[in-house]
């Protein structure tokens, strides 16, 4: 009977696991409300905790997963809450001795979910607690014996740490996070993981960008400007449309800030022309609140430049703009 059971809890977890891949790979949400009704309605009955714990762990952590990309992509904080349930349950048994990847696996889980329920409560506690669980993780998942876990534990590491900063104003914080960064795009790089490396250039920008916004020193400014921009050299339009038109977003806004604080009018001209870039795909039908902030930004821009330059034209633009954006 037990290796009956066995076999049966081995067949319906794979099939759970494959609704999960379905889910997250294709966006498909059925697909991963499927897995997590299957792990907590069919697989976790088959492996009882007392009887095989391994199994009912690993259950546990793909539960934790499932829930975890649901909770992300949906409003509210339940499933995310039920996600870091399941992850705690699984460390109920998973022991860095005995299971040091599996452990730290499922430390990455637990400091995931809890960071995105951390962001949506505004607990800085919680997102204290996520930075401490993604270093714990790390201890494990060191860049030598486990480079691809290493930089994908070390990126969310850097964004706890830049919403952590964000929120608390703290510019150390902020230094660590643009670190963190810094130290994935070793591993990261350009012609090794494109994609990723494009994302991290984009998180770093934003990460200097904050951190300069709060300093005195513009050099920050300029390097973020140099990291988005070269997120730009993957993140083509014609490839990547949604990505291409947040990183002008991000280019504009760092520009914005540099053409402020150095009153240098050719700063925002660029900023001017890189918001209009991302109005070329940020649709005002599809996508209202980005259009807004957008819109808002660029009128911001224009101001600034009017007072600078005399330039009424541009000055009864920028009315235009915000009127626009007052009635979305």
Known sequence: AGLASAVQWRMQYERANVLEELGREYGDNRALTEAVELYE?????????????????????????????????????????????AFE?????????????????????????LGILAQ???????????VAEFERALEVRARKQAPADWATTQSHLGTALLTLGQLT??????????????????????ERAPLDWANTQNALGTALRVRGEQGSDPRELEQAVTAHRSALAVWTRESWPEEWALTQNNVAAALHRLGER????????????????????????????????????????????????????MSRRAVSDFEMVAKV
């Open 262 to 313: 150095e009153n240098d009018t050719r700063h925002l001209s660029d900023a001017l022309t890189a918001y209009r870039n991302a109005l070329q795909e940020l649709c005002r039908e599809d996508n209202p609140i980005a259009w807004a902030m957008t819109t808002a930004n660029l009128a911001d821009v224009r101001r600034s430049l009017a007072e600078y330059t005399g330039d009424v034209e």
């Open 120 to 130: 949506r409560q505004g607990d800085l506690d919680m997102l204290r607690k996520a």
């Open 169 to 190: 104003r703290d510019s150390s914080l902020l230094a660590r996070s643009i670190d963190a960064y810094r130290q994935v795009l070793q591993q990261w790089t350009r």
């Open 89 to 113: 349950n699984a460390l109920c048994v998973r022991s860095r001795e005995h299971s040091p990847r599996d452990w730290a696996a499922t430390r990455h889980g637990l400091a995931n979910a």
């Open 41 to 85: 309605q069919t697989v976790l009955p088959l492996a009882p905790q007392l009887v095989r714990p391994d199994d009912w762990s690993a259950t546990q952590h793909r539960l934790g997963n499932a829930l975890g990309i649901l909770g992300q992509r949906s409003r509210g904080v339940r499933m995310l809450e039920r996600s870091v349930a």
